[in-house]
């Protein structure tokens, strides 16, 4: 069974940093490729970063390119997702998943079969 652990949101002013973890057990974690989504109340989920399995590929939402650097360690089959200079409107629900797929298919959610169950970050003004 596929278990995905997210940990390391939380409340920050706006300018502020955080970083998420996200560890995965249960899969052969160095053969899928991670991916980080974000909902907002009221909002559909929306991609934020993916990275292939060999960190060949990845891929940022524009919104957050500059701010964000998604990183994974295949050896702790651990993904990070580090978030900078953030913002009231980055306050959402993160949520990392994993995919078989590769290359742009990485940012489609559909794409993906596991997830966590989330966390929490919320920016404030």
């Known amino acids: 069974q596929v278990q995905l652990v997210e940990s390391g949101g939380g409340l920050v002013h706006a300018g502020g940093s955080l970083r998420l973890t996200c560890a995965a057990a249960g899969l052969t974690f160095r053969l899928y490729a991670m991916g980080w989504f974000r909902q907002a109340p009221g909002k559909e989920r929306e991609f934020v970063a993916g990275i292939a399995w060999n960190n060949g590929d990845i891929y940022y939402v524009d919104s957050m390119k500059g701010r964000i650097t998604i990183s994974r360690d295949n050896v702790q089959s651990t993904v990070y997702l580090q978030m900078n200079s953030l913002k009231p409107e980055d306050t959402a629900v993160y949520y990392c998943?994993?995919?078989?797929?590769?290359?742009?298919?990485?940012?489609?959610?559909?794409?993906?079969?596991?997830w966590g169950q989330g966390t929490q970050v919320t920016v404030s003004s």
């Open positions: 998943a994993a995919t078989r797929a590769t290359g742009w298919g990485i940012r489609n959610s559909d794409q993906y079969k596991d």
